[in-house]
């Protein structure tokens, strides 16, 4: 047994986690030993031996980890918004390539269906950990059950071997994988977030793309006359209205002023003029009756679907909204995204966008056959594979540049290609949102109200600030800070 | 009693009991025992830190308007969902004119108590979805369109009926009480129709009108049956975290807005155990909702307690 040292240390760290639970319990009077215990027994009992050797071929520069001809790959893909076509194609190309036969899971019970698997010890080689169901990544990173993707990143890249897998992906995007200082989970989707609309609606009307708010609000306007709503938000979920008010933040202050909310800063919002003209800024929209109405207590569906039928000139969202209204969206609809106009005086140029990345793929790191999941992973950062994902997901990857210029992408996914493009490095992205739910829910409350004129921007500012003044009493929140 | 027959008490007894204790007392200790720490729901790792949990709940505003919403729930949905039962059971089974001297419901009963019991059928979560339609908040609502039409409301501001504070309450107790009231009628015409035929006619011999005869006989003979239905409707109203959470705005997870007008302890228990990951804090949580909904049923068991009338 290869791993048997390694093993060992896992368990006995585990057996002092035990024996604290075993003393904090008996303190409670809680007894909840036989539970625990079992578990953990249930756990660390089914690692046996993984390492057998027919999953070890011979390594070379077009297979570094020497995955074997023959041998079986066990993938399991979220079937959600992205369904899971994508990945069967990969599975098929790996396949013709390597002679590597896949068992494919596409599922929406990730929990349901790998949580025993994992704990028996018998994961998969792959997976897709996304969706409601997910097992979260910190857990399963703290009982040790991922692996390090440092050799996949560092491995020659596909497209070109002369330089490493790391090099070829989107800066920062590999940061939503980190687990104290390791990338365990690869988000393999780039999204970005702002504002889109349909380019047969503003081809018919006249309109064009709005490149500062006095425009923004001109072409509200005008639609209000004709009948049309201007802005649409997803009301009855306020995080979408909040990455209206977010980004326009951003953009006014620049870097700081978005740096100023993750770091819980005193004057993140009170006192910030950034915070203060972009709350504005959209209450200006409410104010004048530029909302579609009855936006505000529209589900996300109701609301984009509302859109789809020209209801509202515009809709925020991120970059998963053409996959997510594919069946609802007219085939003429020409839909576009464009970043967030700019208000006066803006810090960041009007082609800077709140980018990101998403859908975290991992590794397990007692997956039977390592060389071929390790190299499946290599091929996900290939442009050709890229590609195949955007073709079947209409959404793009973390690999630069990473769509074949061949491909028709939709034309939602190619307004994202220009965008992102045209942004370059001025990209944003906040982080209180993976940080801090709490403060990001209170945040979204106050949206709510805002959007429906029950308060006005000056109490906004409060209550946001009340939020972040609350989370930065947490003593865990100074493990965060960004620079 | 006979010899071994504890042993063969205990026998029958030892299945169900042991899975009670399994399933039913041993998390309720857990989770009391969870409620004394600040785990995070995630791992194992946790430190006691006393009643601290409890203590912020107290000043937890957002809980405390939970605590008072489900104390309003609490006194509306038993006895609006009671009355309305109650009134049509009467007329469904004793409430018909006098055919011959018989007692009898009014015409169609049959039919009307199949379509009274519909909803009933229903899953929460449909219950929801179609109240949800019936609410939407824009042109596309059953509500708002046949207002618009009406000419009764402004289609460029239509009502945005769960998205308004003072009406969300009345809104999510509407379609409690829709849901409900078949079941209840259904139990109650059951009652009614095992109280015995002679007393209706002999009051009616004597000259009772419909009010009297409701309540001088049918109201105290169904009164075991009331009190039951005032224990479950109470259970129904501590809960309500279905169509909370998937009908009203939504305060980060779990649904509770407008600005947590709506939220009830479930929900805001749920939002702190999963999207907010302060497991302990929630646990104290489900703790106190479990000693409020025990206090109210011992409570709502022994003021309503009355004499038993044999028939």
């Known amino acids: 047994m290869g791993s048997t040292s390694a093993e060992n240390s896992t368990n006995g760290n585990a057996g002092v986690g035990r024996r604290d639970v075993i003393k904090r319990s008996a303190a409670l009077g809680l007894a909840a030993v036989p539970a625990t215990g079992f578990l953990s027994a249930c756990a660390s009992g089914g690692g046996d031996d993984s390492s057998d050797d027919s999953t070890k071929g011979t390594a070379s520069k077009e297979n570094p980890f020497g995955a074997a001809k023959g041998s079986k790959l066990d993938v399991v893909i979220f079937k959600g918004g992205y369904g899971d076509d994508y990945a069967k194609a990969w599975e098929a190309d790996f396949q013709k390539k390597l002679g590597i036969t896949s068992t494919h899971t596409g599922t929406q019970e990730i929990t349901g269906k790998l949580q025993p698997r994992f704990n028996a010890g018998n994961p998969p080689d792959i997976v897709d950990d996304s969706g409601a169901q997910q097992i979260k990544v910190d857990v399963l990173y703290k009982n040790g059950q991922l692996l390090d993707l440092a050799e996949v990143l560092d491995a020659p890249a596909v497209d070109d071997p002369s330089k490493k897998v790391r090099d070829l992906i989107i800066p920062g995007t590999l940061d939503a994988g980190l687990q104290e200082g390791k990338i365990v989970a690869l988000n393999y989707i780039y999204t970005v977030w702002g504002l889109w609309y349909s380019g047969k609606l503003f081809k018919e009307k006249g309109w064009e793309e709005p490149k500062t708010w006095d425009d923004f609000l001109a072409v509200c306007q005008d639609a209000k006359k004709q009948g049309i709503g201007g802005l649409a938000h997803q009301g009855k979920y306020p995080y979408y209205i909040n990455v209206a008010i977010m980004d326009l933040i951003a953009k006014k202050g620049g870097l700081d002023a978005m740096k100023a909310i993750d770091n819980l800063d005193p004057k993140a919002f009170v006192g910030s003029d950034a915070a203060q003209a972009g709350v504005e800024a959209i209450y200006e929209v409410v104010e004048k009756g530029l909302l579609m109405p009855g936006t505000n207590g529209l589900t996300h569906t109701e609301s984009q679907t509302r859109w789809n039928q020209y209801k509202a000139a515009f809709i925020t969202c991120g970059s998963w909204l053409e996959n997510e209204q594919l069946k609802q969206t007219p085939a003429d609809f020409d839909m576009k995204f464009m970043p967030m106009p700019l208000l006066p005086g803006s810090a960041l140029p009007f082609q800077a966008i709140r980018a990101g990345s998403g859908e975290p793929f991992i590794i397990p790191a007692k997956a039977k056959n390592l060389p071929a999941a390790k190299e499946f992973m290599r091929r996900m950062l290939s442009k050709e594979w890229s590609t195949i994902f955007a073709k079947e997901a209409n959404s793009l990857t973390i690999l630069k540049d990473g769509v074949d210029p061949s491909v028709k992408l939709r034309p939602g996914t190619q307004s994202t290609v220009e965008a992102s493009k045209a942004a370059g490095d001025d990209t944003f992205r906040y982080l209180y949102t993976e940080w801090y739910s709490e403060m990001g829910a209170a945040i979204e409350a106050a949206s709510n109200e805002l959007m429906a004129k029950r308060i006005q921007p000056k109490e906004w500012l409060k209550r946001a600030q009340a939020a972040v003044d609350k989370q930065a009493k947490d003593p865990a929140s100074k493990k965060n800070h960004r620079d | ?311």
């Not at chain 2, 946790?46 to 605590?67: H, P, R, S």
């Not at chain 2, 379609?175 to 109280?195: E, K, P, R, T």
Request: hydrophobic share 55%; aromatic share 16%.
């Open chain 2, 1 to 311: 009693m006979r010899k071994g027959q504890y042993r063969f008490v205990a026998g029958f007894l030892f299945a169900p009991v042991s899975l009670y204790l399994i399933f039913v007392i041993w998390p309720y200790v857990q989770t009391f025992g969870y409620s004394l720490t600040d785990w995070k729901g995630q791992s194992q790792t946790f430190k006691f830190i006393g009643l601290d949990n409890y203590k912020a709940l107290f000043q937890d505003d957002v809980f405390m308007q939970a605590v008072w919403h489900n104390i309003l729930f609490l006194i509306f949905i038993p006895v609006i969902t009671i009355l309305l039962a109650l009134f049509f059971a009467f007329m469904l089974n004793a409430g018909g004119r006098s055919k011959a001297g018989g007692v009898g419901g009014v015409a169609g009963s049959q039919f009307y108590k199949v379509v009274y019991f519909f909803p009933q059928v229903l899953s929460l979560a449909i219950v929801a979805v179609l109240f949800n339609a019936v609410y939407r908040s824009d042109g596309g609502g059953l509500l708002n369109g046949i207002l618009i039409k009406l000419g009764l409301v402004d289609a460029e501001n239509p009502v945005e009926w769960l998205n308004e504070p003072n009406l969300v309450l009345w809104m999510l107790l509407i379609a409690v009480v829709w849901h409900g009231v078949g079941f209840y009628l259904v139990l109650f015409s059951a009652a009614m129709q095992s109280i015995p035929r002679d007393i209706y006619e002999a009051a009616l011999i004597d000259g009772a009108g419909r009010n009297q005869s409701f309540f001088r006989i049918t109201l105290p003979l169904l009164w075991d049956t009331v009190q039951t239905a005032w224990v479950y409707l109470g259970i129904v109203a501590m809960d309500m975290f279905v169509l909370v959470s998937s009908m009203t705005q939504n305060m980060g997870a779990y649904g509770g807005g407008p600005d947590h007008h709506s939220d009830v302890m479930s929900t805001v228990m749920m939002r702190n155990f999963q999207y907010f990951g302060k497991s302990g804090y929630a646990c104290a949580m489900g703790v106190v909702m479990l000693l409020l909904t025990l206090v109210l049923s011992v409570v709502m068991l022994r003021a309503t307690r009355r004499d038993r009338v044999e028939f």
